[in-house]
């Protein structure tokens, strides 16, 4: 199966760029694989793009912050970007907050919030 | 008025993981055939993803039936998921936020009656669960 979730790698900073709308077993994927590259290329940040995801339930949510906890266990940060509005307002509806993941607007932004919390 | 066609009926089968993409994709796209807001077509394809994830979850298989109604000019999308699996034994419990017999977040059933317009869910013990949930164009 090709890969629907290609992770790009800028300096230390691993930028997972969500294509279309995913199945649970392709996020569940994806969170593997993003552990090993942290750990592979000893990475301190990890970026989430999900601007092409129009919905955001509470699956996929829960296993975002679920790699997010995993992330910061191995000593990196994660943060993601480019909730689309209208997938911000049904999760709000949900009862989805995401409150434990950093979120920022877009890809610049969320790269400027890890580099300021790196030590 | 304008006589505009609506879609048939349209019954998507609910038994694998990769059946809860195509019936929010289903459903949004009959969602925006309809006439229905950007914003409108995403909170009904999160609400298809929930109850969909919830058959594929809870009964292993079942099925969601999308129809386009109109009443006296104001068109809406029912949505009926249904299954045949053990059926949920108290109903108050399963709809608070918060209650999961999946080691989950509790919030898909409470969470998908916010978002719609309309929200029943039915279940005898031991034959299954029938969620049915409308949503109406707002003009
Ligand atoms: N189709 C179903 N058949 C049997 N039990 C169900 C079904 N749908 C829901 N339930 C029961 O109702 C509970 C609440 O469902 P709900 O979708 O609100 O939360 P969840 O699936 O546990 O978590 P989340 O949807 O937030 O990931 C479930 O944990 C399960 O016990
Ligand atoms: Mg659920």
Redesign the interface.
Known sequence: MAVRVPILRQGRTLIASFQD?????DILSLQGRVLEDVIRHRATGVIFDVSAL??????G??TLSDIAAAVQLRGARMAIVGI????A???V????TLSDVPTALDLETGLALLARAVP | MTSIELPAEHIQRIER??D??AA??TG?RIAAEMGFG??E???I??AI??LA?NIVSYAERGSITFRAEDHAGRRGLRIVAEDRGPGIPDLAQAMS?GFSTGN??G??L???Q??MDEFDIRSIPGEGVTVTVAKWISR
């Open positions: 709308d995913l199945s649970d077993s129009d919905v955001l339930d509470s699956f949510t829960r689309q509005p209208e997938v307002f049904s999760m509806l949900l009862g989805l | 993981d990769g809860v993409v929010r994709q949004r950007r914003p077509q995403a909170l394809a999160t993803s929930e994830r936020d989950s977040l919030l898909g409470p969470g998908t916010r978002i």
